[in-house]
């Protein structure tokens, strides 16, 4: 009888220490409370019994409504492709990568210079996402900028739900930029209750540090919640900058500032999904930075996730991108340990393959040689485990030692593809005299080529009446902003 396998897994918490990490968050919640400028949503907070402070005008929310929303948001959901199928899980230790989002600008592979991306640059990116497996759903990762800010953001969505099946994640920039996305998003799925019931994006929604929700953010909460649609709360404490100078402080500064969220969403429409997410970061006083690539950074999004799902939440976090400004070796090691510590933390949902530069690019070279890290994290996940016929070992090796080699041994054949995992041609595992007969090609060649190879298959196009229905909506908005018409975007 074979022995069933270990999942292995990371810890950087203790029981107790999260506990008093959470006790914290919920005192800061009832003392000092959360700044909130929206009228509508500071309504809605009081009537579900926060409280305003008199003198600074915050909003403190005591222990019931904290434990109330979190009784109601759910321990788990699935989100779907644009045709209905379930595609992601988030739950558990179930873990899913998707690009990191909203980049400002993109690594051009021809000329290796950072540079604002285009229409083009974006639809390149929805159809290379299509053919990575390992990246379970995309994100709007980039900014077009050859349209205007005011509908950047629902372009972006636009472009995404043109170009791939996956669901998206994505957020809003403005108040009235969401109702053009929720537009787009019931476009594709049909009806109000279809989207509901098979959710097609998340939608990122950030509070300020330390402990403020702008006017934009709250009020994309609770749009978001009272059509059930999925959010993920960022919260983005910069430990030593605006969050505590120790990692246990920023944690707790992390978990009020979640919790707010949580409160908003499930006040707003109770058994709305949320996502107990971040992207904490610790500052460089020598640079004055926020590198999500130091290891410090990593262990707060694995902390994080482990305070999440004690709460009996599902959890994300920016985890894998590097600092690098090019595809080098600290590029590599950087989101090579990002993505290994969040496997191994099981965090559901993790955004950053592919980013560079303080997540500020997006790099379609980097996600091909990303989307083999995230293979390789997904086999450490799996572990060792017995196979049968792997004991006695006598008898294998006593053929070994006849046969000199295992390569035809029926143990071998019946399970060594199910035990090895074989990287794509972006990772060189080639003999020496091989590799120089092959070019000598460096890293950075290999990713091109590889991203344009699999941009030669055909793009995955929506069907032609819901992709009338999308020009539609967007051709007004673009309009209704000042253009006559939208980039050519035609793959």
Not at 45 to 67: C, P, Q, T, V
Not at 142 to 152: A, W, Y
Not at 172 to 196: C, H
Not at 306 to 323: F, K, N
């Amino acid at each position: 009888m074979t022995s069933p396998p270990i999942r292995p897994a990371v810890r950087f918490l203790s029981e107790p220490l999260i506990e008093r990490i959470v006790e914290e968050a919920r005192d800061v919640l009832g003392e000092i409370g959360v700044e909130v400028p929206h009228p509508e949503v500071a309504e809605l907070l009081l009537s579900a019994g926060a409280e305003k402070d008199s003198y600074s005008g915050r909003i403190r929310i005591g222990a019931a409504l904290i434990d109330r929303s979190l009784a109601s948001a759910p321990h788990a959901f699935t989100l779907h492709d644009r045709d209905g199928a379930a595609r992601a899980d988030l739950g558990g230790l179930r873990v899913h990568f998707t690009p990191g989002s909203a980049a400002i600008n993109i690594l051009d592979g021809a000329t290796g210079r950072i540079r604002p991306p285009s229409t083009r640059d974006y639809v390149r990116y929805a159809r290379l996402v299509e053919k990575l497996p390992a990246i379970d759903y995309p994100s709007t990762a980039l900014i077009p900028s050859d349209v205007p800010e005011k509908i950047s953001d629902a372009y972006r969505l636009y472009l995404s739900l043109l170009y791939g099946s996956g669901p998206v994640v994505t957020g809003a920039f403005t108040i009235e930029g969401f109702q053009i996305m929720a537009d787009l998003l019931l476009a594709v799925r049909g009806t109000s209750d279809a989207l509901a019931r098979e959710p097609l994006a998340v939608f990122s929604c950030c509070p300020t540090a330390p402990l403020r929700w702008s006017e934009v953010t709250s009020k994309n909460v609770i749009d978001c919640a009272r059509r059930r649609i999925p959010v993920e709360i960022i919260s983005v404490p910069l430990t030593g900058f605006v969050a505590p100078g120790t990692l246990a402080g920023t944690l707790a500064q992390h978990a009020a500032e979640n919790l707010s969220g949580i409160v908003i969403s499930q006040v707003a429409a109770p058994g709305t999904p949320v996502l107990w997410g971040g992207s904490p970061a610790v500052f460089d006083y020598r640079h004055e930075t926020t590198p999500p690539g130091a290891i410090e950074s990593q262990m707060l999004c694995c902390a994080d996730a482990e305070i999440g799902r004690r709460l009996g939440l599902p959890t994300q976090a920016y985890i894998s991108p590097s600092d690098a400004k090019s595809l080098d070796a600290q590029a590599g090691l950087e989101s090579a340990h990002g993505i290994l510590l969040a496997a191994l933390a099981g965090i559901n949902s993790v955004s950053g393959p592919g980013m560079l530069d303080f997540e500020s690019c997006q790099s379609l070279e980097k996600l091909v040689l990303d989307h083999e890290i995230c293979l390789m994290a997904r086999r450490v996940t799996r572990g060792i485990e017995e196979r049968e016929g792997d004991f006695p070992v006598i008898p294998h090796l006593r053929a070994l030692i006849e046969e000199g080699h295992s390569i035809i041994a029926d143990h071998t054949r019946r399970w060594f593809r199910q035990e090895v995992s074989f990287p794509g041609p972006v990772i060189d595992r080639m003999t020496r005299a091989r590799h120089i007969e092959d070019g000598a090609r460096p890293l950075g060649e290999r990713a091109k080529d590889q991203v344009e190879a699999l941009l030669k298959s055909p793009p995955n196009l929506l069907d032609a009446e819901r992709r009338r229905r999308l020009d539609e909506i967007m051709t007004s908005a673009a309009r209704a902003s000042g253009m006559d018409r939208l980039p050519q975007h035609e793959p």
